[in-house]
Structures are given as structure tokens and as C-alpha cells.
């Protein structure tokens, strides 16, 4: 066994380079995503304690529909292989 000869990667390996940003590119956009409802529903809470109920409608929507679905997101599903 030669363990100074370099191994050619195969296409598998030259793939997934591109997967990993492409997955770290969705990574990030879903953790601003998940930051900014979180900032908006905490603004729509302190607005709620001095205006009034009217605005927890809203904060409501995008507790249900923007920080749920991003934080509840199955992240340990993508494992990184090691050669």
C-alpha cells in the first residue's frame, strides 16, 4: 500500500462540496428567518402591553406560522460524513 499516491476523489465526493453550501446557505437564511419573527413577535408583545389585545392576533400569526415551522426545522437529519 503506497501512502504517498493521492486518491482521486469520485463524483460523490466532488458533490458534496456544493450540497454543504447549499445547506449552510439554507442554515443561515432560516436562522435570520427564526431571528427576525422572534424580534417581531417580542416588538408585537410590548406593543400588546401598552395598546392593547387588537395586536396579538398578530403576534399570534407569526408565532404559528414563522417560529414554529423555523425552530421546530429537523437540522440533525444532515450529518456530515468523514472519510
Partial sequence: ???G???QP???DRAMPQFRKTVLVFHVATSVGLIGA???FFLLALIGLVDGAAVYLAADAIC???IVPLATLPWRLVYCRHS
Avoid: C, E, K, Q
Fill in 1 to 3: 500500500m503506497d501512502h
Fill in 64 to 66: 404559528r406560522l414563522a
Fill in 10 to 12: 469520485n463524483s460523490d
Fill in 38 to 40: 422572534v424580534s417581531s
Fill in 5 to 7: 499516491a493521492i486518491s
